[in-house]
């Protein structure tokens, strides 16, 4: 009677080791699930970033005030009945 219990937890130990361990394991189920998750996490960010890129380039597109923006803000253009005046902050004085 006991060699039938070992065989049979023997059996049943053998036969439930490819359903945790094995290709379409319970463990191998559960770290795709992680990754499947951090991958859809990842796609609505570059969907979030897609949209903001596409409605900048609508806008630049469509208007000239974004191309005028960019223009001043990012190569300090001006136009030619415009004056320029830049501004200087006095530097604190140095301690000695």
Known sequence: MRFLTIGLVIAIVLLQNPLWFGKGGWLKVHD???????????????????????????????GYDAIEERARAELGMIRQDELFFQVLSAAPAAKR
């Open 32 to 62: 795709l699930s992680g990754q499947v998750a951090a991958q859809r996490t990842k796609n609505e960010e570059l969907r979030t970033r897609n949209g903001v890129l596409d409605a900048e380039v609508r806008d630049l597109k469509q």
